[in-house]
């Protein structure tokens, strides 16, 4: 193998365990607001569901009256835009498909570390692999 050929695997070798660095943070950081926006609209929805079905069937479960009433829906409208703006911002910054590219990429770049490692590629094909990661995945490494 010619010395050129070691230096540029191995410049690809450190790139890649890099990356991988990078990636897993942000696939960390990614996979958590997700957990967030998702459940917080989840029981937002559900407690704005429960709070409403128990005051049409029972009166007011807050308070009695009017005054009963008004805070009843003041608290399920407030619960209702908790889930809204969750879910709307979840879809805004594609916070799924962002984690999913994420998570391909990752993928991707641990089975390419794996063969520079096992040393179970030709150089070249590890070179030509690594192009491809760049290029479709550049959002996610940059």
């Not at 410049?11 to 897993?24: A, Y």
């Not at 479960?61 to 209702?80: E, F, H, K, P, Y």
């Not at 490692?117 to 959002?139: F, K």
């Amino acid at each position: 193998m010619p010395e050129s050929s070691k230096m540029n695997v191995q410049g690809i070798s450190q790139r890649i365990t890099e990356n991988l660095h990078m990636v897993m943070q942000q696939g960390a950081g990614l996979r958590r607001l997700n957990s967030i926006l998702i459940v917080t609209s989840l029981v937002s929805s559900g407690l704005t569901t429960l709070l409403t079905g128990l005051t049409a069937a029972r009166g007011p479960v807050i308070g009695s009256g009017i005054a009963g009433w008004q805070l009843a829906c003041v608290i399920a409208a407030v619960l209702s835009f908790v889930g809204a703006i969750c879910t709307g911002i979840a879809q805004q910054m594609r916070v799924g498909e962002r984690l999913a590219k994420t998570l391909e990429c990752l993928g991707r770049l641990k089975a390419l570390d794996a063969s520079v490692l096992v040393g179970s590629r030709a150089d070249s094909e590890i070179a030509v692999e690594y192009e491809n990661i760049l290029r479709n995945y550049g959002e996610v490494l940059r």
